[in-house]
C-alpha cells in the first residue's frame, strides 16, 4: 500500500530556513523519481523540486538556488531543504512519486511570517 508520510513543517520567519522529510512506504524512492509538491492557499498544486532515479534535479523558477531536494534509497526518504525562505513560500508540501500515485500523505504545513 502507498504511503507518505511527512514532517518538519512550522512557522518560521523570512529569511529563515527548515528541512522537511518524507518517510514512503515499500521501496518507492529507490523505484520511482520523486518530488515535493506545494499546494497554497487557492493555487492549484504543483512540483517545486524533483529527484530522478540516477539522482537529476529540477526546480520551480521560484524556489531555484533556495531549495534542495535529495533522497536516501536505503532508508526510503526525500527531504527538502528550504532556505531563505520568503512569505510566499507558505504552503502545504507533499512528496509523492513523479508523476504522483493518487494516495497522498497529510502533507506539512510551512507558514513564512514575521
Known amino acids: 500500500q502507498v504511503q507518505f508520510v511527512e514532517s518538519g513543517g512550522g512557522l518560521v520567519q523570512p529569511g529563515g530556513s527548515l528541512r522537511l522529510s518524507c518517510a514512503a512506504s515499500?521501496?518507492?524512492?529507490?523505484?520511482?523519481?520523486m518530488g515535493w509538491y506545494q499546494k497554497a492557499p487557492g493555487k492549484q498544486r504543483e512540483v517545486v523540486a524533483a529527484i530522478t532515479r540516477g539522482g537529476s534535479v529540477n526546480y520551480l523558477d521560484s524556489v531555484k538556488g533556495r531549495f534542495t531536494i535529495s533522497r536516501d534509497n536505503a532508508k526510503n526518504t526525500v527531504h527538502l531543504q528550504m532556505n531563505s525562505l520568503k512569505p510566499e513560500d507558505t504552503a502545504i508540501y507533499s512528496c509523492?512519486?513523479?508523476?504522483?500515485?493518487?494516495?497522498w500523505g497529510p502533507g506539512a504545513q510551512v507558514t513564512v511570517s514575521s
Open positions: 515499500g521501496s518507492i524512492v529507490s523505484i520511482y523519481a
Open positions: 509523492n512519486a513523479g508523476p504522483p500515485f493518487q494516495t
